[in-house]
């Protein structure tokens, strides 16, 4: 069954539902992607690139990345810029993302800090002119080399009814943090709920067993999964368009436990090893996309 037709079938029984405004999975390897922009007074500064499987030893391919960068580059100071949205009709509006930091003691708000860094995401209506921060990394775990990862749920909800509204990732440091981010999304109504719904592989390697998890769902609601191996989409659906391409393959039916966590093991085939897999997911209760992903079979 293609997920298209069970996300129809699925809006006609879920009523209204959280409606989609921006999706980026940085998934093209092009820093910054489509729509996106970057701005820095430094002209020195490497800014934000695309990941890989870095020395951390997680594999930060797909992710966008802003390196601590050395001294003899000056101070980096960079927005990376989403396109301009349109909230005219949205009502509380809700930014989420993935975020790993890295060297977090080189954050300037870091309770022992050694460094001069700040990463916050910022919003602006004017272009760029003026900027209003709306999340600021605390991070405070320095262990080498696992980063602190997070996922925020961020209110937008200021800028409802608005036009031209973008937002921005906002790297600051001299010598200073790594920080990651993939996955942002923006919609109406939320962050999926009560939370920021999250969906995630590990183990994701030929001839091994894959999880695949989704969190922050409703708790003893169906929640489904499928997957392409042909592309990103955009697929449309019920609930604005899905990061696949046909033919879309669905996974059995989950149910969410009481702490609102989905989770299936399946195993990897080995010839898989190479392939990218391109798959996303859905709260059926609150009938809301999980993130989605596109990640190589190891």
């Not at 954050?107 to 800090?113: G, K, Q, V, Y």
Request: with cysteine; hydrophobic share 40%; charged share 10%.
């Amino acid at each position: 069954m293609k997920l298209v037709l069970s996300l129809t079938a699925v809006a006609l029984l879920a009523g209204s539902a959280s409606a989609q405004i921006l999706s980026e999975d940085f998934s093209s390897g092009i820093m910054p992607p489509a729509g996106w922009t970057y701005s820095s007074p430094n002209p020195t500064e490497a800014g934000w690139i695309p990941g890989y499987l870095d020395h951390t030893g997680i594999d930060h391919t797909g992710w966008a990345w802003h390196e601590d960068e050395f001294s003899s580059n000056g101070t980096s100071d960079s927005h990376m810029i989403s396109p301009a949205m349109d909230l005219s009709s949205s009502l509380n509006t809700a930014m989420s993302f993935d975020g790993h930091t890295l060297y977090a003691v080189y954050l300037a708000n870091h309770p022992t800090s050694y460094g001069d860094g700040v990463s916050t995401v910022e919003v602006t209506t004017d272009g760029g002119v003026t900027w209003t921060i709306v999340w600021t990394d605390t991070s405070t775990l320095n262990a080498y080399p696992t980063p602190e990862m997070y996922t925020p749920c961020i209110d937008l909800s200021a800028w409802d009814g608005m036009t031209g509204v973008q937002v921005a990732f906002h790297f600051y440091g001299t010598y200073a943090q790594e920080w990651w981010v993939d996955n942002v999304l923006v919609e109406s109504g939320g962050c999926g709920g009560s939370g920021s719904l999250t969906y995630a592989i590990t183990g994701l390697v030929g001839g091994g067993s894959a999880t695949l998890a989704v969190t922050n769902a409703t708790p003893g609601g169906g929640v489904l999964l499928a997957y392409s191996l042909t592309g990103a989409g955009p697929t449309n659906t019920p609930f604005g368009p899905v990061d696949m391409s046909a033919p879309i393959t669905q996974l059995p039916m989950l149910t969410a436990n009481a702490a609102g966590t989905a989770s299936l093991t399946t195993g990897v085939p080995a010839r898989a090893s190479g392939f990218t897999v391109y798959t996303q997911g859905a709260d059926l209760s609150s009938a809301t996309l999980t993130n989605s992903l596109a990640e190589v079979v190891l």
